[in-house]
């Protein structure tokens, strides 16, 4: 059905958004459009199982840049649900939450080329396949992967662009705003994030 239609389609773009990225902006973009979706939610894992970093910031600061880099795009919002669970942000249980609440939506994961070849150490993969279907954004360098799942490939070239790398040009001093947006850039000199 199309988006006027009864059958609701939602997108759900996890991470630790630490900062959020035009990346994630152009990949929300890019599967709204190809796969005619009603909404993004993005969701901020407080605890994210693959990534222990002792210097990960603080969830609400993450939430809040995640909030100013959607800003003025209504078809996006942010979701709180992983930030009022304790513990660490498993995908099958928040996927199992949404679900519950809103039986008739069907769900698409949407992730990066670069999560696949982790999957296999998702909890309970098969059950995340059972709940949604994934959208996958093919990054640059990144081979398509034999994968025992059906999924769906997001047509375009996706930029690579990571947190990883914004944080790492942040330390050095270098400009950011082209990678980030002024209203994120600000907030992070506001709170002299990531020096």
Same mark, same amino acid.
């Given at each position: #059905?199309?988006?006027?239609?009864?059958?609701?389609?939602?997108?759900?773009?996890?991470?630790?958004?630490?900062?959020?990225?035009?990346?994630?902006?152009?990949?929300?973009e890019?599967a709204?459009?190809q796969?005619?979706?009603?909404?993004?939610?993005f969701i901020p894992?407080?605890?994210?199982?693959?990534?222990?970093?002792?210097?990960?910031?603080?969830i609400?600061?993450r939430?809040?840049?995640?909030?100013?880099?959607?800003?003025?795009k209504?078809?996006? %919002?942010? %979701? &709180?649900?992983?930030i009022e669970?304790?513990?660490? /942000?498993? /995908? @099958? =249980?928040t996927? &199992?939450?949404?679900?519950?609440? =809103?039986p008739?939506t069907?769900f698409?994961?949407?992730?990066?080329?670069?999560?696949?070849?982790?999957?296999?150490?998702?909890?309970?993969?098969?059950?995340?396949? /059972?709940l949604?279907?994934?959208? @996958?954004?093919m &990054?640059?360098?990144?081979? %398509?992967? *034999?994968?025992?799942?059906?999924?769906?490939?997001? =047509?375009?070239?996706?930029?690579?662009? +990571? +947190?990883?790398?914004?944080r *790492? #040009?942040?330390r050095?001093?270098?400009a @950011? =705003?082209?990678?980030?947006?002024?209203?994120?850039?600000?907030?992070?000199?506001?709170?002299?994030?990531? *020096?």
């Open positions: #059905m199309d988006k006027s239609g009864s059958n609701k389609k939602v997108g759900i773009l996890g991470g630790t958004f630490d900062p959020p990225h035009n990346g994630h902006i152009l990949i929300a890019a709204c459009a796969l005619g979706l009603n909404q993004v939610l894992s407080r605890e994210p199982p693959h990534k222990k970093r002792p210097d990960i910031i603080d609400e600061l939430y809040e840049m995640v909030k100013l880099a959607l800003e003025g209504p078809d996006f %919002s942010v %979701s &709180r649900i992983e669970k304790s513990g660490v /942000s498993y /995908s @099958v =249980e996927l &199992r939450s949404l679900k519950e609440a =809103e008739d069907q698409y994961f949407i992730v990066g080329s670069d999560a696949i070849p982790e999957l296999k150490t998702w909890r309970n993969i098969d059950k995340i396949f /059972s949604c279907k994934f959208a @996958v954004a &990054r640059p360098g990144f081979k %398509s992967y *034999q994968v025992p799942y059906r999924m769906i490939f997001l =047509e375009g070239i996706f930029p690579d662009i +990571s +947190s990883s790398r914004i *790492q #040009m942040l050095n001093g270098q @950011v =705003e082209h990678l980030i947006g002024h209203a994120v850039c600000k907030f992070i000199k506001e709170k002299k994030l990531y *020096q």
